[in-house]
């Protein structure tokens, strides 16, 4: 979502500014795709730490509570992963305020919006119902959902801790890129 509404962000300043808006910027990723690149990305961040030390955290808690949340990193990469500590054990708030910019954070949860719940995970994780480009009985809507799926079914396992157990099952990433490639073709020939 956040690479979609960056995308829409993108394109919406060409607009203002009446340049060609034809050219393709790689702003402009497709949610679809942009959710292949974030299971991607992730899949293969746990698979290669994997036996590694980690510290975990998330977008909310970074947001929520910048300060605190960064210097908690901070400590447990020392007393757990036995980083070397830095002369300033304590991270400053211009440093964070240097790291965390809550402009980047393009999508926020719509707090008090009742929404289509597509799947509930437990635990309070659920797939929202999103906005989509794409009418909602065509064979892009259906490839978009399946794919944001997939995508928060990996979100949730992490966020409740199975994606880090050893015997976790992965979701397949050739076959994801496949079916993508197969939803791009059948969409460029229609």
Sequence with gaps: M????????????????????????????????????????NVRALQYSLGLCRVYTSNEAVYGDPQV??????????????????????????VVNSFVDAKLQHNKKN?????????????????IDFKSDYEETTANRKAEVDMYLIAMQLFCDMENGHAYKDDYTWPDLIQLLVSQTSNSTATSEV
Excluded at 71 to 83: A, G, V
Excluded at 114 to 123: P, T
């Design 69 to 94: 949340e960064l210097q908690r990193i901070n400590d447990e990469l020392m007393t757990k992963c036995n980083l070397v500590q830095s002369p300033n054990s304590v991270i400053s708030p211009e």
């Design 2 to 41: 956040s690479l979609k509404s960056r995308g829409e962000e993108y394109h919406r300043l060409k607009v203002e500014r009446k340049e060609n808006t034809t050219v393709h910027n790689i702003d402009e990723i497709p949610m679809e795709k942009g959710l292949l690149l974030w299971v991607t990305y």
């Design 111 to 127: 707090s008090g919006v009742k929404q289509k719940i597509l799947k509930d995970y437990g635990n309070g994780c659920e797939a």
